[in-house]
């Protein structure tokens, strides 16, 4: 009979610690940023590299689990509007070419980050593929680094 009831001791303090970590472990995924990018602008002759990083930038984008990549600012038939929107622009420089993004909460029309990435002045996808790597990494430390329950 007390091997019985030292059992259940033994046994009874370290269910609940397993039920705490299941409970855990099936908390929710925090919901993604919604994200909205815009057409970037450019300098006279970089129109093309323009283009092509805002479009590589909303592909990289989209398989992050931190984003919700948005056409439109405003959600479609009744769902969430964007909650935060990048805009570009492509500038030539002594050094090459400056892509610089800025990253808008939309909300508050503020301003949260700005980022430029210099890059030799010329076209093609590894210029472009150089780009967005950089780009999406300092996005994805920007929301890293956020507060919880901001813009959310």
């Not at 002759?45 to 056409?71: D, I, K, N, W």
Request: charged share 20%; hydrophobic share 50%; aromatic share 4%.
């Amino acid at each position: 009979m007390k091997r019985l009831s030292l059992a259940a001791l033994v046994v009874i303090p370290l269910a609940p610690a397993a039920g705490w970590t299941q409970a855990v472990n099936r908390l929710p995924a925090p919901a993604p940023a919604r994200i909205v990018v815009y057409q970037f602008t450019s300098d006279l002759g970089h129109q093309a590299l323009a283009t092509g990083v805002a479009r590589s930038l909303v592909r990289a984008l989209r398989v992050e689990p931190a984003f919700q990549v948005m056409t439109h600012p405003r959600g479609a038939r009744g769902g969430h509007d964007a909650e935060f929107a990048v805009t570009g622009h492509v500038a030539a420089e002594d050094r090459g070419v400056r892509v610089t993004v800025q990253l808008l909460e939309i909300s508050r029309v503020a301003l949260l980050a700005r980022e430029s990435v210099v890059v030799p002045d010329r076209d093609g996808p590894a210029v472009t593929d150089e780009v967005v790597a950089v780009l999406v990494a300092r996005l994805r430390q920007h929301f890293a680094r956020r507060p919880a329950g901001i813009a959310r």
